[in-house]
């Protein structure tokens, strides 16, 4: 059972509710140091120079897998090979997507693909079975397939580049309704760059 939530209301409390240890409004708050004992500042990656987190884990995620290229990938499904694509609706309805592809959204991707789990898709045969993960830009599918790997998929992999990449190549892309078709041009570019995400334009949430 879950633990409860506690909720704190400050407006419920009066204006002479102190906190615990203080003696009330009439108790003097000690002076806090001036500039010349000022603490000093915590470096952060912008001054020492230090990846970020995530581009370390990234690196880490990428060590482990053989990735694709859109003709790989093509050949792949060609032979039986699953492709997955893991983009959220908007950018599916936005960009277009890949005929055949298996459409399982990010955060059951897990439970659908693992071939122990009573809760898999019926698509999923064997561990050895080769699948190919795709978002966007070839960033968050890095990271999904390095789990599949976890899970026993030993052939899980990703594709470079994404969907991007995919409809650069000129490989089949069902295209989106007449109307709501992205940029797809605008969209090339890591987000490890610096370049800025509009979720409004479909961006990949993890690239």
Known sequence: MP???RSYHPE???????RAGTTGPETAR???AGPQTARPQTAGPETTGELP????????????????????AFAMAGRGGLLVDTRPSEQRSRYGTIPGALVVDRNVLAWRLDPTSPHKL???LVSDQEIVVICQEGYSSSLAAATLRLLGLRRATDLDGGFLAWAAAGLPVQAPPAGVAGDVSAMHGPPAEGRPIDARRGGDDAG
């Not at 419920?12 to 102190?18: E, L, R, V």
């Open 122 to 124: 019926p698509e999923v």
């Open 3 to 5: 633990p409860t939530r």
């Open 30 to 32: 000690p002076q806090t």
């Open 12 to 18: 419920k409390m009066g204006s002479d509710t102190t």
């Open 53 to 72: 987190a995530i581009s370390k884990l990234l690196a880490e995620a990428r060590a482990g897998l053989e990735r694709v290229g859109p003709q790989q």
